[in-house]
């Protein structure tokens, strides 16, 4: 199936899938390039002989996504506003919820399999994450044809 083939209503769903949310990329206000972490300043990019990422690239990128949450939070008198951080959080630390979206079906079949296999599905999650921080990064066009072949059917 090509591209020409997919649905209209399902390739703003698909680009989606597997373009960076544009707010979180934005540079910053205010920030002493000279001082900058990399990936502080702008989203980091795949080289060919690139390792996992590094803690100084992960607070970085943190960074400048808390600069830019704020940036577009509504300031409200007297409410406490998380400030951005100096450090990354311990291995430890609390976990923090998170939402996202799953498609329905895929849901409910890893809830059954999870179930099967004497878990749940949070842990399940929790491994996959742990595993794809860790590891090395992909190509970015690979990323791209590998999360757009999901639901893509071979007739």
């Known amino acids: 199936m090509s591209t020409s083939d997919i649905p209209q209503r399902t ?7 597997v373009t960076p949310k544009a707010s979180m990329s934005r540079r910053p206000a205010g920030v002493d390039e000279a001082e900058a972490l990399p990936g502080e300043l702008k989203p980091l990019e795949w080289t060919p002989s690139r ?10 990128v943190l960074r400048r996504r808390r600069r830019n949450e704020l940036s577009q939070a509504p300031k409200r ?20 919820p998170v939402v996202n979206r799953f498609p ?5 079949i890893a ?9 749940n599905l949070t842990a399940i999650l929790e491994e996959m994450l742990v595993k ?4 090395k990064p992909t190509r970015p066009q690979t990323v791209s044809r590998r999360l757009l072949s999901l639901y893509t059917r071979e007739d």
Not at 51 to 60: K, V, Y
Not at 77 to 96: I, M, N, Q, T, Y
Not at 132 to 135: H, K, L, S
Request: avoid cysteine; charged fraction near 35%; proline fraction near 9%.
């Open 51 to 60: 390792g996992p990422i590094t803690e100084e690239e992960a607070l970085g």
């Open 104 to 108: 329905a079906r895929y849901l409910a």
């Open 77 to 96: 008198e007297g409410a406490k506003r998380p400030e951005v951080p100096a450090e990354l959080p311990a291995v430890d630390a609390r976990k923090v």
């Open 11 to 17: 390739r703003p769903q698909r680009r989606r899938m």
């Open 132 to 135: 794809y921080a860790t590891g």
């Open 111 to 119: 809830h059954a399999r999870a179930e099967v296999e004497g878990t």
